[in-house]
């Protein structure tokens, strides 16, 4: 018999009063907290934990939790004037990374162990109705990360996952586009190689991205299965930032990078579902 379990947790690492859930299947394991639907540990077999958790990650005080996988929405980055009409200050990615959701479902099955959580948000600035959005992560042998909303509205959304690298000289996402936004000089650009590595700050965006990345961490290699998705970011903050950002220490840098599976277009308004996938693969 595989063991599975879905139990109701307070307290993750130092965030030793955040109200969390944890799912068991067989070996695995993975966290994901109320506050902000943020999953914060993905563990394929007991041992090193595939996703980052900052050691200075906060989550009062409407602080975003800093590492796991943040729940962007309904906007990525700093907000679109589209979705803000009275030009209010909004907080970067999104109002649902700073709220406590409700478990809404949960399962356990022969094939895998899930949970739905879900999140009702009163009106938007851009939208007077309540929206509600369900985040679905199915544990098996791999997890899997799933953002509903039914909503027919302009929305953006990401999963913006951090990962844990053993070696950043070494570590590498590939296949990716040739062609990315550059976030940190501000202009589009072009590689030769369809990789990313990492010896500087890299802030990107890469339109039309595949159905599947492969992650090399410098000692782990992993699918990123991604659907519903028109981007992927690949963030790290390099050393400057690092010590500039409050919950990040000076090093954080050598210890993770984000792949983000997002959906930015705001052209149509239009349901959501997007899903990232992460599997270890060696
Ligand atoms: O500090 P946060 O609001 O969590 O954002 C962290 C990072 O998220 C994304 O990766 C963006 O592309 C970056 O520009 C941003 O710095």
């Not at 007991?46 to 975003?64: K, M, R, V």
């Not at 590492?67 to 030009?87: E, I, S, Y």
């Not at 519903?228 to 690092?242: C, E, F, H, L, R």
């Amino acid at each position: 018999m595989l063991n599975t379990a879905i139990n109701l947790q307070t307290g993750f690492g130092h965030l030793t009063d955040l109200p969390c859930i944890t799912l068991q299947f067989g070996e695995a394991s993975a966290v994901v907290s109320l506050y902000g639907a943020q999953v914060l540990s993905y563990q394929p077999a007991p041992g090193d934990d595939i996703l980052w958790l900052s050691p200075l990650a906060q989550w009062h005080n409407q602080t975003p939790i800093r590492g796991g996988v943040p729940v962007c929405w309904p906007w990525f980055g700093p907000v679109d004037a589209r979705l803000n009409p009275k030009q209010q200050s909004l907080p970067n990615h999104g109002v649902v990374r700073t709220r406590l959701w409700q478990l809404a479902e949960q399962h356990i099955t022969a094939d895998s162990v899930s949970v739905t959580l879900a999140i009702t948000v009163p009106a938007l600035p851009y939208h007077p109705d309540e929206t509600t959005l369900q985040l679905q992560l199915t544990l098996s042998d791999s997890l899997t990360i799933s953002l509903v909303c039914n909503s027919v509205i302009a929305q953006q959304a990401a999963l913006h996952s951090y990962f844990s690298v053993a070696n950043i000289d070494n570590t590498r996402v590939q296949p990716l586009p040739l062609q990315y936004q550059d976030k940190v000089s501000g202009s589009d650009q072009h590689s030769s190689k369809p990789v990313a590595t990492f010896k500087a700050e890299v802030d990107r965006i890469y339109a039309k991205p595949a159905a599947k990345l492969q992650l090399d961490t410098g000692a782990q290699q992993l699918e990123l299965g991604q659907s519903g998705q028109d981007a992927t970011i690949v963030w790290n903050p390099w050393q400057d930032k690092s010590r500039n950002t409050k919950d990040l220490a000076d090093d954080s840098y050598l210890e993770f990078i984000c792949v983000e599976t997002a959906r930015l277009q705001l052209q149509e308004a239009a349901p959501l579902q997007l899903t990232q996938q992460i599997k270890l693969t060696q």
